[in-house]
């Protein structure tokens, strides 16, 4: 196992050299850099992304002639200019940035945010509470919600409770998770109905002079709608794999066997049947984090104004921040493939008969 680990350990590095080598390769050819964010922005044009609409780069050049290659730049001091690039590291060639950034990540240096005056670590570890609850507090909910909802789909197949249970899962996944959480903003926020629950934060503002007791309180007085939003959906698709996981494996021949012997159907389901059917649901919990802590909560940190990893990735996206951008790309690949290791092994650690190495010899 030892020598699996190796190898994919080391395989990480041409993995994140390939992520990052696509995406630069493609910034480059994206428009609005953040030298055109800061002309855009002294010439009061707000996003610079809104000129390429409709003609921007025309009016643009009746105004300020063409002799700058920046939007938005003509008419403005060339030295004015060139220091802005200076201040971005966009005065070298793209080889040169590229090489010069790899081996700032190399030493886990990486860099200060353009527009905030914040280092990419320092505003990572600012967001990252609102992402790890988020996160963490969803998976276990979907998967302390999914797994006994599986098993006993999967031992009462077929029954009303089976097919009623199906008709609200396919529902629930049906529903969009920003739709939800809007709807639950209306009812119980303070929109036509209720004002049961916070509309913004992760805390309130008297936060601090709180007993421990009523911080417990408050913080999850305000994810109860958000983390409800997220998780509404998520459980579904881990419900129908645990099920499907049992109907598997409660049809093969071991577990009659159990039965012929008078082993109890309790018995045979949690002390046969459970670590076979469980295997693959309980060794994608790291990616199932990950993936929600990542990917899931654009929308839901917008919609309850929580400033999380979300905003800020798509703000940076938007900002052209590229040190915010491709430094949290690098460590967030780091994490996901890290998590990748961390599945097979759980894998093993699950069911011991699994040998990654005889399978790859």
Known sequence: MGAYILRRLLLVIPTLLGILIINFALVQ????????????????????????????????????GSDSDYVGARGLDKEFIEELERQFGLDKPPLERFGLMLWNYARFDFGESYFRSISVVD?????????????????????????????????????????????????????????????????????????????????????EDLTLAAKIVDYFWHLVLPITALTISAFATLTLLTKNSFLDEINKAYVMTARAKGLSEARTLYG??????????????????????????????TIFSLDGLGRMGFEAAVQRDYPVIFGTLFAFGIMRLVVGIISDLMYVFIDPRIDFERRQG
């Open 272 to 301: 046969h049947v459970f670590r076979n059917a469980m295997l693959i649901v309980i060794a994608g919990f790291p990616a199932a984090f990950v993936g929600i802590f990542f990917t899931g909560s654009l929308l839901i940190e």
């Open 123 to 207: 505003l990572v570890l600012e967001k990252m509470p609102v992402s790890i609850s988020l996160g963490i507090w969803s998976t276990l909910i979907a998967y302390l919600i999914s797994i006994p909802l599986g098993i006993r789909k999967a031992v009462r197949d077929g029954s009303s409770f089976d097919t009623w249970t199906s008709s609200l899962i396919i529902v629930a996944y049906a529903i969009p998770g920003f739709l939800f959480a809007i709807m639950l903003l209306v009812l119980f926020a303070g929109g036509s109905y209720f004002q049961w629950f916070p509309l913004r934060g992760l805390t309130s503002d008297n936060f």
């Open 29 to 64: 050819f994206v428009p609005g850099g953040p030298v055109e964010q800061v002309l855009a922005q002294l010439q009061g044009e707000g996003d610079v992304t809104e000129g390429f609409a409709g003609g921007g780069e025309d009016v643009a050049e009746e105004t300020f």
